[in-house]
């Protein structure tokens, strides 16, 4: 089975902290995506990435940036967190589909 | 921006009842339809999945009906039961075999399903 692997289950940071979200994932998979889960809003792609050091903006990458250094992991950073960035972050690979698998989330809170 | 219209949001349903759920695409060059399913606590995961060629798929009590002149599609749970209890998405993608979007969705709003026994 695929195991996508993400950090931290709830994390609690304050306004204008640089953030660290931190996603694994281990079938060698090609494609690693980060979303945001908002209730009434679905699931909104933030950035994917397509391979190592490659990545793409999504709908709505602004006050994030991405790092892939290595092949399965998939860090979402947040650059100055702002109260608007409290959410539950979804994280998720697929190989070459768009069958994707997602870790369980991290719900982020920022005060 | 590619859409995918959800609906409803909210679902209360009797246990056994068959509960529908709507979804509504732009994007003619879409050609893959999953629908993922999520608890709580958990992330999403694939339930079942349809491609524009036919026009229903079912799997157990799951079932896709695929509208393409519309544009539609939906997800019905037959014989539904407490524990189907959770958050629905329906997604598209389009490019399906590879190409450029990288097995990038759009996903719905969700609706959040209540089975009561």
């Known amino acids: 089975d695929v195991k996508v692997t993400q950090s931290s289950r709830y994390l609690v940071k304050r306004t204008g902290e640089k953030v660290f979200l931190e996603c694994v994932q281990d079938m060698d998979h090609e494609n690693m995506f980060w979303y945001r889960q908002d209730p009434g809003l679905g699931l909104r792609l933030i950035y994917f990435?397509?391979?190592?050091?490659?990545?793409e903006k999504g709908d709505i990458p602004e006050g994030y940036s991405v790092s892939r250094e290595k092949k399965e992991r998939f860090s979402l950073i947040l650059e100055s967190a702002s109260t608007n960035q409290t959410s539950m972050y979804l994280c998720?690979?697929?190989?070459?589909?768009?069958?994707?698998?997602f870790g369980d989330g991290t719900r982020l809170s920022i005060l | 921006q590619q859409q995918v219209k959800q609906s409803p949001q909210s679902l209360i349903v009797q246990k056994g009842g068959i509960p529908i759920i709507n979804c509504a695409y732009e994007?003619?060059?879409?050609?893959?339809f999953p629908w993922y399913q999520q608890f709580p606590g958990k992330g999403p995961a694939l339930l079942i999945a349809?491609?524009?060629?036919?026009s229903e798929k079912k799997e157990g009590r799951f079932t896709i009906s695929f509208n393409k002149s519309a544009k539609q599609f939906s997800l019905h749970i037959m014989d539904s039961q407490p524990g189907d209890s959770a958050t629905y998405f329906c997604?598209?993608?389009?490019?399906?075999?590879?190409?450029?979007?990288?097995?990038?969705?759009?996903f719905g709003q969700g609706t959040i399903l209540t089975v009561h026994p």
């Open positions: 998720a690979s697929s190989l070459y589909s768009p069958l994707q698998h």
């Open positions: 994007n003619t060059a879409f050609d893959y």
């Open positions: 349809i491609r524009p060629d036919v």
């Open positions: 997604a598209a993608s389009s490019n399906h075999a590879g190409g450029t979007s990288y097995g990038k969705l759009t």
């Open positions: 990435s397509y391979d190592v050091k490659m990545k």
